[in-house]
């Protein structure tokens, strides 16, 4: 699909890399064990990774997962050295001991978000001697692998937004489109940690009087089974109840905002802006616009199909891209790294349809995703 970083060539851009094979190079794969046609399909998100060693009839000879991948808290090394007891636990299911060979790495990771750390995180990888090649891209690029067709060209849009947010897409010629998406300082805004985040703003400032009110101010300290904000800042200040719980107060301001409570409507629709507003920009960069397109949404968040969103996101996208195509993946994003592996490797056809129905949710075996007509 022309986005990823190669350890044979490594690149400027994700663009600038094909990841094409021949028909006759397809035609070879014989074996599902085969280790030269075999691919190490990596996704590694902010909250879970996902390892699956796949033979080259699209099979799943092993899976594992893990936590979270934060290169830039502990280091390339270190965060690659983290996957090396999931690839042997996958290696293991496939009938092997200790860490595989395979023919080629597909590896769409968190974190990965500029070229120069996609180089770096593929050198690293490479050096782990797993495989014979390696392509590493951001996360972005699975999901979108996930929810485009496997004939004809990959064209489309895809928004990830589960602990953080981020876009990409991919148009005519492999030109690709893409944010920095590091965070506030690359103009971002959303996600599972801004969402807990902006909720608690709102209900300290409407306990304390600053703010307006809002049913907040008693849900988000409830659902710690505490009574008032100060109670709830406090436990957070003093280390008394974890920071990483915060996640849990994002499925609470979409419960209160489905009450009809304003201040967290207002947050939710603000998420759908930023959601429509990347996807359009990206459209919009790849000429893509004036022709229906896929826009893959992906994520905790919008795979959660929260009405509010959902409905608010669609009729957005309707006004400022009419014939975008909305599509949620509900399969897990490690499919798209599969995917792009199998891309590289020259499978079969056969081998597409084998890995998707591995990993359909049972709402649809065949692809992973919903169609706007099955929303």
Known sequence: MGLTQSVSTPSPSPSSTSSTSSASSASSASSAAAPERSVL???????????ALVGPDGSVLGAAR??????????AEAAVGSLAPLVEDAARQ??????PRVGHISACLANADLPSEEEELTGVLADRGWGATVTVANDTFALLRAGVADDGEPTGVSVVCGAGINCAGIGHGGRVARFPAIGRISGDWG?????????????????????????????LPAQFGLTTMYELIEALHLGRLDAARRHELTPVLFAVADAGDEIARAIV????????????????????LGEETPVVLGGGVLAARHPLLDDRIRELLAERAPKAEPRVVTAPPVLGAALLGLDRTGAPEAAYARLRAHYAPADDAESGTESPSEA
């Open 269 to 288: 629709d603000r998420q759908a802006e930023e959601v429509v507003t990347m996807a359009t920009v990206a459209l919009g960069r790849l000429d893509l």
């Open 41 to 51: 399909a990596i996704d590694a998100g902010n909250s879970k990774t996902d390892v």
């Open 191 to 219: 996600g599972g940690g801004y969402l807990s985040e902006e909720a608690l703003w709102w209900a300290a400032r409407a306990e304390d009087g600053r703010g307006e009110p809002t049913e907040l101010a008693r849900a």
């Open 94 to 99: 496939a009938g092997g001991s200790g860490p």
């Open 66 to 75: 893990g936590g979270g991948f934060r290169p830039p808290v502990v280091g």
